[in-house]
Each structure stands twice: as structure tokens, then as C-alpha cells.
């Protein structure tokens, strides 16, 4: 791709599920609130993962980590990401905000765990972004 030489182009692949953290100039300075998660889309299917732990010494090898992997299934007018959770840690934010990128839809419905939620419930904003538990295990959204 072509780009002037003070733009810096940012590929980012189609399905991907990366986390944002919050700007730090050392490891716990900034106490997390929030998972943010930007969701990008993909016709078909595509996995993720996140990693987190304590951030200080070894307990992560006696499984106190937590490593959440998602699994993105897109279709024309729906998006499906289920979550598997594994290791002991308890993250310290209670919420996960997913921020969709992409989408060939408006989302005009949105189930948590195969009940149908409202969207004034996760928060919906204009920005295409969404704020659910971090426990969840399925979220769908359903275009309008």
C-alpha cells in the first residue's frame, strides 16, 4: 500500500479480537476498570485469545492466570463470539467493552448467553460499541 512517508498504514486482520489497555509507564500504575476489546469483522470463522495475570512473580505456573479465548463467527447479518475461560486468576474489572469494526449491519438485537437482552442493557453507544459482563459465554449480535 502506498502511504506519504508520515503515515504509518495499520493492517489488522479480518476476525480479530485484540485487546486495548490503557497507556502505563510501568507494570500497575493504572488500576483496569474495563476489558476494551476491538472486534473486527469476518465473514466465517476466526479465534482469539487474551492472556492475564498478576503481573508480578511466578503464580501464574500454579494456574492463578487467566486466559480467555474467544471464537468470532460472522454471517451476513448476524455475529456470534463465544468465550472460553481458563486458570484461577480473578481479573479485577467486572465488564468487557467490545468495540465492532466492520460490521455489514446495524445491530438491531443483541443476546447474552441465549437470552435476549435489551440494548439500553449493554449500554449501546452510537460508536458501534457494546459493554457486557466478563463472564459471559455467548454473545450474539443480530442485525435490524
Known amino acids: 500500500m ?3 512517508l508520515d503515515v504509518l498504514p495499520l493492517y489488522v486482520k479480518e476476525g480479530a479480537i485484540i485487546p486495548k489497555y490503557p497507556v502505563q509507564q510501568y507494570v500497575g500504575e ?4 474495563q476489558l476494551m476489546l476491538d472486534v473486527y469483522y469476518k465473514l466465517g470463522t476466526e479465534s482469539s485469545m487474551v492472556y492475564e495475570d498478576a503481573q508480578d512473580g511466578y503464580d501464574y505456573k500454579k494456574g492463578k492466570y487467566s486466559l480467555r479465548n474467544f471464537s468470532l463467527r460472522g454471517k451476513e447479518n448476524e455475529l456470534v463470539i463465544q468465550q472460553f475461560k481458563d486458570g484461577s486468576f ?3 474489572y467486572g465488564t468487557i467493552a467490545l468495540s465492532f469494526h466492520g460490521l455489514p449491519f446495524e445491530i438491531g438485537a443483541v443476546e447474552i448467553d441465549n437470552e435476549k437482552v435489551s440494548l439500553e442493557q449493554v449500554k449501546k453507544n452510537g460508536s458501534g460499541t457494546i459493554e457486557v459482563s466478563k463472564d ?9
Request: glycine share 6%; net charge negative.
Open 30 to 33: 493504572v488500576d483496569l476498570e
Open 2 to 4: 502506498e502511504a506519504p
Open 90 to 92: 480473578e481479573t479485577p
Open 136 to 144: 459471559f459465554s455467548v454473545l450474539q449480535l443480530i442485525g435490524k
